[in-house]
C-alpha cells in the first residue's frame, strides 16, 4: 500500500507541475492540452469504475482548456486520495467488473488498475514533454526521484 499511495502521490505531483507549465505559456498548445486532459479523463473514468460506478457516459478523449484541466487535476487529486484513504491493503485483490469506452467487459483488481493508471499517464506525460520540446521549450522534470528528494 506504501508504494502505490506513494505513486499516486507522485502522479498528484506531476499533474500539478504539468498544469502551473501549461498556464504559464502565452499559448495554449492544443494538442499539448489535448494529451494533458486525456490523463485526467482516464484517470476519472478508472476512479468511478474503482468506485462501483457506471464509466460508459465519461469521455476518455475531450477538446477542453486549460479551466477545465485545472477542474480534473482538483477532482481526480481528491477523488483518489479519499479511495485510497479507504483503502486497505486486502483490498488490492479485489476484483473489479467494468464495461470499457466500447462496450467490452472486463475484470480486473483493484492493484492491477491502479498500477496500470499510474503508467499510463506516465506515459502521455512523456510525450507532452517530447511536443513541448519540439515547440523549443524546456521539458518539465516530473522523473519519481525528483519528487522524492
Not at 99 to 115: A, D, Q, Y
Amino acid at each position: 500500500m506504501k508504494t502505490i499511495q506513494k505513486m499516486y502521490e507522485h502522479l498528484n505531483w506531476a499533474n500539478q507541475r504539468i498544469l502551473e507549465t501549461l498556464q504559464s505559456m502565452e499559448d495554449e498548445n492544443q494538442e499539448v492540452c489535448r494529451l494533458f486532459s486525456h490523463i485526467l479523463f482516464a484517470e476519472k473514468v478508472w476512479i468511478t469504475r474503482l468506485r462501483g460506478l457506471d464509466s460508459s457516459q465519461l469521455p476518455i478523449w475531450s477538446e477542453v482548456d486549460l479551466a477545465v484541466c485545472a477542474e480534473l487535476v482538483r477532482q481526480n487529486e481528491e477523488s483518489v486520495t479519499t479511495f485510497l484513504t479507504n483503502l486497505d491493503s486486502t483490498d488490492l485483490d479485489k476484483i473489479i467488473s467494468y464495461t470499457n469506452s466500447k462496450g467490452n467487459e472486463f475484470k480486473n483488481s483493484v492493484r492491477e488498475i491502479l498500477t496500470h493508471v499510474a503508467l499510463h499517464g506516465h506515459y502521455h506525460r512523456g510525450q507532452i514533454n517530447s511536443r513541448l520540446r519540439s515547440d523549443g521549450m524546456e521539458p518539465i522534470n516530473m522523473d519519481f526521484i525528483t519528487f522524492v528528494r
